[in-house]
């Protein structure tokens, strides 16, 4: 996609100067999700400490999960006149006026982690995540694999609307159309965060279908981490009696996988600074990028979890 310069970036390009060089000034107003989980914690420092190396002026904003929030920031980062608007929508529908409102203002915006659902794809310049769906069906071929395709299971589903949860979901549930014998018997929101995936998790427990189940899917560690605790609490060993798959690979989640409680975390890659500001010089200088950045990504199970473990960086 072509994109003209944002007009902080105009004098520079007509000095020649190239846009990437840590000299020139870029503004960039970053509009994260939260702070709730260990993925998201590495994403937002892995995005502060490449802006800070390349002398990027960041505005960062948490949004605490909350669109209204999230809405509220872009609009501010519109009135400051920031060349690049970044961000990691929290839910994938809604954004359409917002998104119209910055491109009337001449602003590029970039995608980071989360999609959106959008009529017109011209809203954005460019997105850089990872394929969700994929890792959705990671996770389903993984347990198809280690259960020899026959597990009753229970879901512990991401924020609702969250393109992470819809596209988990999807994937998973496509493996799982091949096997009929490997069904989701429960399944309900964490939110993605520790706490509330030991809450639902406890829940399960106690309920009849519960007790019934060999499988755990969380679409993320911090959930999956929640539930092995309400699983210990009630008396099961996590890893054993319940055959336990999740996403991101922090290192927190290979600490319960080198222990025996977690058995395979697909791996979602959060370290995506330096790509983000590369993409975002590129757009602010009016350069062509591609409208879809992939981020390559890896899945680790037990066996592999103790050698891994030192060289994690999240
Ligand atoms: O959007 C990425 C997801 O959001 C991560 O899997 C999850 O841990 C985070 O909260």
């Given at each position: 996609m072509k994109l003209s310069p944002s007009p902080a970036c105009r004098s520079a390009l007509a000095l020649g100067l190239?846009?990437?060089?840590?000299a020139l000034a870029l503004t960039v107003g970053f509009s994260q999700v939260g702070a709730e989980s260990g993925w998201r914690t590495a994403n937002t420092s892995s995005i502060k400490a490449e802006a800070a190396k390349r002398q990027v002026t960041l505005r960062f904003s948490d949004a605490q999960q909350k669109q209204e929030n999230q809405i509220k920031a872009l609009r501010s980062f519109v009135a400051q006149g920031v060349d690049v608007i970044a961000f990691s929508p929290?839910?994938?529908?809604?954004?359409e006026p917002v998104l119209r409102e910055i491109k009337q203002a001449g602003i590029p915006v970039v995608l980071t982690d989360r999609a959106v659902a959008v009529s017109?794809?011209?809203?954005?310049a460019t997105f850089i995540g990872s394929d969700f769906v994929e890792e959705g069906r990671r996770a389903g071929r993984w347990l198809a694999q280690k259960t020899g395709g026959k597990a009753v299971i229970a879901e512990l589903v991401g924020?609702?609307?969250?393109a992470p949860a819809i596209d988990r979901k999807k994937g998973f549930e496509e493996i799982l159309g091949a096997h009929?014998?490997?069904?989701?018997v429960l399944s309900q929101s964490g939110d993605f965060t520790r706490a509330k995936g030991k809450e639902v998790m406890e829940a399960f427990l106690k309920s009849p279908q519960g007790r019934q189940v060999t499988a755990l899917f969380a679409h993320n560690d911090d959930m999956a981490l929640g539930a092995i605790q309400a699983i210990e609490e009630a008396g099961l060993k996590p890893g054993q009696d319940i055959i336990i798959v999740s996403i991101d690979g922090v290192r927190d989640a290979f600490v319960a996988m080198a222990a025996g409680k977690l058995n395979c975390s697909v791996e979602c890659n959060p370290l995506i600074g330096p790509q983000l500001f590369d993409l975002a010089a590129a757009v602010a200088a009016g350069q062509p990028v591609p409208h879809r950045v992939p981020v390559a990504e890896g899945v680790y199970d037990q066996s592999q979890a103790a050698a891994a473990l030192p060289n994690r960086q999240y």
């Open positions: 190239a846009l990437a060089h840590p929290v839910v994938e529908t809604g954004w017109d794809p011209g809203l954005f924020t609702p609307g969250s009929p014998e490997m069904k989701i």
